[in-house]
């Protein structure tokens, strides 16, 4: 018999975690996910207090080991409560398996039968990856820039990087987000078409060891614009780890420009150019709000 709120999708059973060795296998997850050494993952007791306390911390199952999961709580801006996903991690084993995705779908069903509306998060705007599922797949909306917003972290992939992130916002009833789930997405030729049309607020070169680096940024001032990551950021760390730094300013000069300005940083494609697939943020600038009309004479 299913336990209460268990979904089992393909080789993976999703549902709320309640043991106390489950909540430990989270902190393994997340050593392993972020190779955290000196850095300390959330602690079971936090976990469970959360879980408690109008919380959610789930689990992805093979078999009977935790593959993944997601944690978070209910936050609140002052006008509205909605969910604050703030840890979502998978083990390096199970990474190509849509777990990801997944997760945060189970999640946003359970959010929506507790009746909140929004999941907000953070994350690294450098990691194409989460671009991609965040943006792409689940049809979140970027709407804030973070600057190093954690401080310095002991963890591998943080180690010595500024830590700034972006406020991502998911509305789960929209029929973006809708038909972003269910796997509906512009197809290569509108990404090419809508790329074509939208102005470049970083411009990039090939480096010494073919993989791209900033060179400029501009202030957007066209309707739509579009904004270049790296396509792997792990391969820089590893051939080109002085960029890391120019492109850390390079997106946040730009992000910031973008939002100072009004855009909205709706969309991610991943685009094959010359045998070269590279990332791109799409922005479309909010309509300016209708001038009031003159009282009547």
Same mark, same amino acid.
């Given at each position: 018999?299913? $336990?209460?709120?268990?979904?089992?999708?393909?080789?993976?059973?999703? &549902?709320?975690?309640?043991?106390?060795?489950?909540?430990?296998?989270?902190?393994? #997850?997340?050593?392993?996910?972020?190779? /955290?050494?000196?850095?300390?993952? %959330?602690?079971?007791?936090?976990? @469970? !207090?959360?879980?408690?306390?109008?919380?959610?911390? *789930?689990?992805?199952?093979?078999? *009977?080991?935790?593959?993944?999961?997601? /944690?978070?709580?209910?936050?609140?801006?002052?006008?509205?409560?909605?969910?604050?996903?703030?840890?979502? !991690?998978?083990?390096?084993?199970?990474?190509?398996? &849509?777990?990801?995705?997944?997760?945060?779908?189970?999640?946003?069903?359970? %959010?929506?039968?507790?009746?909140?509306?929004?999941?907000?998060?953070?994350?690294?705007?450098? +990691?194409?990856?989460?671009?991609?599922?965040? /943006?792409?797949?689940?049809?979140?909306?970027?709407?804030?820039?973070? #600057?190093?917003?954690?401080? +310095?972290?002991?963890?591998?992939?943080?180690?010595?990087?500024?830590?700034? &992130? #972006?406020?991502?916002?998911?509305?789960?009833?929209?029929?973006?987000?809708?038909?972003?789930?269910?796997?509906?997405?512009?197809?290569?030729?509108?990404?090419?078409?809508?790329?074509?049309?939208?102005?470049?607020?970083?411009?990039?070169?090939?480096?010494?060891?073919?993989?791209?680096?900033?060179?400029?940024?501009?202030?957007?001032?066209?309707?739509?614009?579009?904004?270049?990551?790296?396509?792997? %950021?792990?391969?820089? @760390? *590893?051939?080109?780890?002085?960029?890391?730094?120019?492109?850390?300013?390079?997106?946040?000069? $730009?992000?910031?420009?973008?939002?100072?300005?009004?855009?909205? *940083?709706?969309?991610?494609?991943?685009?094959? @150019?010359?045998?070269?697939? @590279?990332?791109?943020?799409?922005?479309?600038?909010?309509?300016? $709000?209708?001038?009031?009309?003159?009282?009547?004479?």
């Amino acid at each position: 018999m299913a $336990a209460p709120g268990e979904r089992t999708i393909k080789d993976f059973r999703l &549902r709320p975690l309640n043991k106390p060795e489950e909540f430990r296998a989270v902190e393994e #997850v997340q050593r392993l996910a972020w190779g /955290l050494t000196d850095e300390p993952p %959330v602690a079971a007791p936090i976990q @469970r !207090a959360m879980q408690d306390q109008g919380g959610l911390v *789930i689990g992805a199952f093979a078999d *009977i080991h935790l593959a993944g999961f997601s /944690l978070g709580f209910i936050g609140w801006d002052g006008t509205s409560l909605y969910h604050y996903s703030h840890l979502t !991690a998978v083990r390096p084993e199970y990474q190509n398996h &849509r777990l990801g995705f997944r997760l945060k779908t189970y999640q946003r069903d359970e %959010v929506l039968q507790q009746g909140l509306a929004t999941i907000r998060w953070t994350f690294d705007p450098l +990691q194409s990856r989460n671009a991609f599922l965040y /943006l792409r797949r689940l049809g979140a909306a970027i709407d804030g820039y973070l #600057v190093h917003y954690y401080g +310095q972290l002991a963890s591998e992939l943080d180690r010595g990087s500024e830590t700034d &992130r #972006v406020r991502v916002t998911w509305t789960l009833a929209d029929p973006r987000t809708e038909k972003r789930v269910a796997g509906t997405y512009p197809t290569p030729t509108e990404d090419e078409t809508r790329l074509e049309a939208a102005a470049a607020i970083v411009e990039t070169d090939v480096g010494e060891h073919g993989l791209r680096i900033p060179v400029a940024v501009t202030e957007p001032t066209a309707p739509t614009a579009h904004l270049e990551i790296p396509f792997d %950021v792990g391969l820089l @760390r *590893i051939h080109e780890p002085a960029s890391l730094r120019t492109w850390r300013h390079a997106a946040r000069d $730009a992000f910031r420009a973008a939002l100072d300005s009004g855009y909205v *940083i709706d969309d991610f494609a991943v685009v094959r @150019r010359d045998r070269e697939r @590279r990332s791109f943020y799409f922005l479309t600038r909010r309509p300016s $709000a209708s001038p009031t009309p003159p009282p009547p004479a």
